[in-house]
C-alpha cells in the first residue's frame, strides 16, 4: 500500500492561509495541517479546525518567529532584545554553538505551545517546526521526550531524499537541494532517538527542495513515483493577499499556486488513479499495527 500525509503548515499565520488551508482539505487533497499558535490568525484556525474535524491537527513548533507563549523571562535566551525569537534556524544553531542558549527554555516554550493548543480544545495528531528547527538535535531530542506526556505520539522527519532536480534548474532551486541534502543528514542523529522514544514517522518525506517551486508536472511525476508505505508531502497553500503580504514570509505568490494545485481535479484524479491512500498522522498507528499482523 501506498499512504499520503499532504501537511499544510502555518495554519494560524494568517486569514487568508486558513481559508485556503480548509478549502484544500474540503475540495481536494490536504489531509493534516500543522497549527502555530504564537500567531495572529491561531483562534480562528481553532474554529475552522473544529468545524472540519477530518482535518488532522498538529503543533507547527514555532521558536524562530515572533513572540514565545510562555513568559519571556522563563524563555529569555531564545528571544532577542524585541522580546522575539531569533528569525531564523541558523540563528538558534548559533546561539547553541556559543553555549548562549539553554536547552531547558525549548522545553519550557515546548510546553507552553502545546498547552495552549489543547487548552483551546484541539486534539494534536503530531508535532513539526517552523524553519524546520527541530532538525537541530537537541530540539528533536526535547520533543522526543515531552509529546509522550501529552499523547502525542508522531513526529515530522524531514528527511528528503536527495535528487537533483532534472526540470526548471535555478540557483535559487539548487541552493534548496543542497538545503534539503544537509536537513537530511540533520535527520540522521535524531532518527534513533524518536524510535527509542516510541516515537512514528513517515517512512518519506517530500516538498524541501521544491518549496516555493512547485509545478502541475513535479506534483503530478511525485504522485506517480510515491515509495510504498507512508509518506508526507508538506505545502504551503495560502490566499496572497495584503495580510500575507504584512506578515514575516518569503512564501508570497507561491501559496496561491500550491493551494491552485492542491485542489486542482487533475491532481484529485491522480492520486485515486495511483491507488494512494490519503490519511493523517493520527492513522500511523493503526497502519503499524496491520503491518505487524500481516
Known amino acids: 500500500m501506498r499512504y499520503l500525509i499532504v501537511n499544510a503548515d502555518d495554519f ?26 504564537n500567531m495572529p490568525a491561531f483562534d480562528e484556525a481553532v474554529r475552522l ?5 477530518s482535518l488532522g491537527v498538529g503543533l507547527h513548533f ?22 522575539e525569537f531569533f528569525g531564523a534556524s541558523t540563528a538558534l544553531l548559533r546561539q547553541m554553538l556559543t553555549g548562549s542558549l539553554r536547552v531547558a527554555d525549548i522545553e519550557i516554550e515546548l510546553r507552553a ?25 537537541p530540539v528533536c531530542e526535547i520533543i522526543a521526550n515531552v509529546i509522550g506526556d501529552y499523547g502525542i505520539r508522531a513526529v515530522r522527519l524531514p528527511r528528503e531524499a536527495w535528487r537533483l532536480p532534472t526540470r526548471n534548474l535555478s540557483v535559487k532551486l539548487i541552493r534548496q537541494c543542497i538545503g534539503a541534502w544537509g536537513l537530511a543528514q540533520l535527520c ?25 517551486f512547485w509545478s502541475k508536472q513535479w506534483l503530478l511525476e ?22 500575507l503580504r504584512q506578515a514575516d514570509t518569503r ?13 486542482d481535479p487533475e491532481i484529485v484524479a ?24 500481516g
Do not use: C, W
Not at 494560524?12 to 499558535?37: D, F, K, Q, Y
Not at 479546525?49 to 474535524?53: D, I, L, S
Not at 532517538?193 to 518519506?204: F, M, P, S
Open 113 to 137: 505551545q502545546i498547552e495552549k493548543a489543547l487548552q483551546a480544545g484541539l486534539r494534536l495528531t503530531h508535532v513539526d517546526s517552523h524553519k524546520h528547527s527541530h532538525a537541530l538535535p
Open 251 to 263: 512564501l508570497l505568490e507561491s501559496r496561491a499556486t500550491e493551494f491552485s494545485l492542491l485542489t
Open 49 to 53: 479546525a473544529k468545524a472540519h474535524t
Open 62 to 83: 514555532n521558536i524562530t518567529q515572533g513572540a514565545p507563549v510562555a513568559e519571556t523571562s522563563r524563555v529569555s535566551s531564545l528571544l532577542n532584545e524585541r522580546g
Open 270 to 293: 491522480a492520486i485515486r488513479k495511483n491507488g494512494i491512500q490519503l490519511i493523517n498522522y493520527s492513522q500511523l498507528e493503526d497502519i503499524a499495527s496491520h503491518r505487524v499482523q
Open 12 to 37: 494560524g499565520l494568517t486569514a487568508g492561509v486558513n481559508r485556503a488551508v480548509i478549502e484544500a482539505h474540503s475540495r481536494g487533497v490536504v489531509t493534516s495541517a500543522t497549527v502555530m499558535v
Open 222 to 243: 511525485l504522485i506517480a513515483t510515491l515509495p510504498e508505505g507512508v509518506s508526507e508531502l508538506m505545502t504551503h497553500p495560502g490566499y496572497d493577499d495584503m495580510e
Open 188 to 212: 540522521r542523529f535524531s532518527e534513533s532517538k524518536l524510535r527509542n522514544a516510541g516515537v512514528k514517522t513517515a517512512d518519506a518525506f517530500f516538498g524541501v527542495t521544491h518549496t516555493g
